[in-house]
């Protein structure tokens, strides 16, 4: 059975970093990207960043130039480097992919609960 597990979150205070991980569980199939999204209290789910499996990348504009995903192959886990954190990055941070064959489903991650105080 394939899942993901994020890990890596946590309290600190504004300016400060924190690193996500989504370690995955199983193959699999027929992926194209690995994402990060986040859920602040009270508001919708939101993509932050994604990769594409030859490495490119996107993020929402509101972290661009301040996050950063990367991806280690040998390992299966995906990263989430996030630096000059804010108030508003305050959420719970899931992993997810769309993937199977033949027909592709959703997996998401448990999430992993990031705070900044200001």
């Known amino acids: 059975q394939v899942q993901l597990v994020e890990s890596g979150g946590g309290s600190v205070k504004a300016g400060g970093s924190l690193k996500l991980s989504c370690a995955e569980s199983?193959?699999?199939?027929?992926?194209?990207?690995m994402d990060w999204y986040r859920q602040a209290p009270g508001k919708q789910r939101e993509l932050v960043a994604f990769i594409f499996n030859g490495g490119n990348t996107y993020y929402a504009e509101s972290v661009k130039g301040r996050f950063t995903i990367s991806r280690d192959s040998d390992k299966n886990i995906t990263y989430l480097q996030m630096n000059s954190l804010k108030p508003e990055d305050t959420g719970v941070y899931y992993c997810h992919t769309l993937a199977g064959t033949p027909r592709k489903s959703h997996y998401w991650g448990q999430g992993t609960q990031v705070t900044v105080s200001s």
């Open positions: 199983g193959t699999f199939f027929n992926r194209d990207t």
